[in-house]
């Protein structure tokens, strides 16, 4: 009788529990872009910088920035980005980055394009020509807030009646996706994006079509008493996306690449957060050969992964303009009369569903976390070696996608 009594009275506070946990909590929402063409349109947006309806673009359309105002927090707030896209007519899969400036960067990718200030020069012989991928003078690398990739077409050519994709749809997708949407948790990531702070989004699209994108931030606070956020430093590595002013990067085929940078005293937690995405849409090219990526800090091997995705078709559904093959494969099935029987089929494989280099036609790129608990206050170096890399080769663009950065408690 008494465990009976004790079941109730938990069944009638349970509801109650849950009401006061959520309670404790709040969550503030902030649209950053709301259907924001992305395209490449030197005719409406020339070189250097073109202003429209309060955003800034860079690269010809490429790239759109936005000045937002975060509130600052006291207590400990979690941080979700979330990322819609619609292809407005462009069919390819491209690389996308969404991005903040830090605010201590007294040179931002706003002055190259203003041709008001350049990229610090770097080391040549360590580095190539590879300018504004490291920390230099006023100028610390752009932090990625989500790395992802196009899909192909998704929305623009997702009706059923489409011409170009109808006959495309495999018979296990029963419609294709009307958009895509990521979202990744960057709690981590608060100390860039508290006050103000220019948020962009990159794509890597050559038509006047492009994309339309929607950004979100969603901010949520603990209520509860004492439950202090912790002050938390984002220390910008590297980033080798090619924004503004920047070439392909593929200087891993040729050497390893070192980052060196300062723990301060006190600091602790720390962690190295490591994005990586190989590219090159060629048979033999980075795109499609599993790699291993290698990082060493001061000599000693922290990281050793193959950035590899074999699950690209499960992506099937949010790439109705993909090139698809004929293979022919020897089918076991079940007949008509219920036998099992086998023969000769010719079936679909669509470029999308490909494994490629950490990334699928439609996917985002979740970062690597490496903890780094015994990483002593002082000058250090991070070296990072993808030895199997390609160079570029006249029209075969060979290149890996980096950027790290460090994140501790002060």
């Not at 940078?261 to 048979?283: D, M």
């Amino acid at each position: 009788m008494r465990k009976l009594l004790t079941i109730v009275v938990l069944l009638l506070l349970f509801p109650l529990a849950f009401y006061a946990l959520n309670r404790t909590k709040k969550t503030v929402h902030l649209p950053v872009f709301q259907q924001t063409p992305i395209l490449f349109n030197p005719a409406d947006y020339p070189d250097g910088l073109v202003e429209k309806e309060g955003l800034i673009y860079l690269g010809n359309g490429r790239i759109v920035l936005k000045k937002v105002r975060v509130p600052q927090f006291k207590n400990y707030t979690e941080v979700e980005i979330a990322v819609t896209l619609v292809s407005n007519g462009d069919p390819w899969d491209k690389s996308g980055s969404c991005f903040v400036i830090p605010k201590s960067s007294k040179i931002t990718m706003i002055d190259i394009a203003r041709n008001s200030a350049a990229y610090p020069q770097q080391d040549t012989v360590k580095h190539e020509s590879l300018i504004g991928i490291l920390q230099g003078k006023d100028y610390l690398p752009t932090v990625e807030l989500m790395r992802f990739m196009t899909p192909f077409g998704v929305g623009h050519f997702s009706r059923n009646d489409d011409p170009v994709s109808v006959k495309r749809r495999p018979v296990y997708v029963d419609g294709w996706a009307e958009n895509v949407i990521w979202k990744q948790e960057i709690s981590d990531l608060l100390p860039l994006l508290e006050d103000e702070a220019y948020i962009g989004v990159y794509i890597d699209t050559w038509t006047k079509e492009g994309y339309r994108i929607d950004v979100q931030l969603s901010f949520t606070e603990s209520n509860l008493r004492g439950d202090k956020k912790p002050h938390l430093h984002v220390e910008p590595l590297i980033n080798t996306n090619y924004y503004v002013g920047q070439r392909h990067p593929d200087i891993f085929s040729r050497r390893d690449v070192e980052i060196p940078f300062i723990i301060p005293e006190k600091a602790k937690n720390i962690r190295l957060k490591y994005i990586a995405t190989g590219h090159g849409g060629h048979s033999g090219g980075d795109e499609f050969r599993p790699q291993r990526n290698i990082l060493k800090i001061d000599g000693s091997e922290v990281l050793n992964f193959l950035p590899w995705r074999t699950d690209c078709a499960s992506f099937r559904r949010f790439n109705p303009t993909s090139g698809v093959w004929l293979q022919k494969r020897t089918m076991a099935y079940i007949s008509n009369e219920g036998k099992r029987a086998e023969k000769e089929i010719e079936e679909p494989l669509a470029s999308s569903d490909l494994s490629r280099s950490n990334w699928c036609p439609g996917s985002d790129v979740s970062p690597i976390e490496v903890e780094l608990p015994n990483l002593s206050a002082g000058s250090h170096s991070l070296t990072i070696s993808i030895p199997e890399a390609r160079p570029i080769e006249e029209n075969k663009l060979n290149h890996w996608l980096v950027s790290a950065y460090l994140v501790w408690e002060e």
